[in-house]
């Protein structure tokens, strides 16, 4: 946070950008408080939203492409699961568990479910309709929320 407010110490949209990224890895940050900051000082709703989509977004992606090209690591390494239980875990993903990245916005589950569409393949276009769309809609639903109580 303090690299951050070196880098700008007002609230402009290159480090909502970078807020929003960076909480959208493992980095355990929140990019919502200056959202709400920017909103109420009077910046542009849609390039606030879009901006923070659009970091957050990225972020998601590169969490998946860590399950990607990470996957046999993950998998082997670190989880130590069997050939059969990835197989089962692959089949319920795909039935099921491609619509949880609408929730990918969620604190602490919302990053493992980007991960995990990375490591079950999950296509990128599904994955980045789904992604953005849930980031958006928690975006926009924040700054609503936001202007609605302000009593703009």
Known sequence: MELL???SPE???????ILSFLAATVVP???EWLLVVMILSGFSPVQTVMTATVGNYLGGCTTYLIGIY???FII??????????LTRAKGIYKKYGSWSLLLSWL???GDPLCLLAGIFRIGLVRFSLLVFSGKFL????LTILIIQA???
């Open 11 to 17: 609230p402009s949209l290159p480090v909502l950008f």
């Open 70 to 72: 990470g996957s046999d």
């Open 76 to 85: 082997n390494k670190l989880l130590r699961i069997s050939d059969a239980e």
């Open 29 to 31: 940050i929140g990019s």
């Open 107 to 109: 604190p602490i589950v």
């Open 5 to 7: 407010y070196h880098l």
């Open 150 to 152: 302000n009593g703009d």
């Open 138 to 141: 928690r975006y926009t639903t």
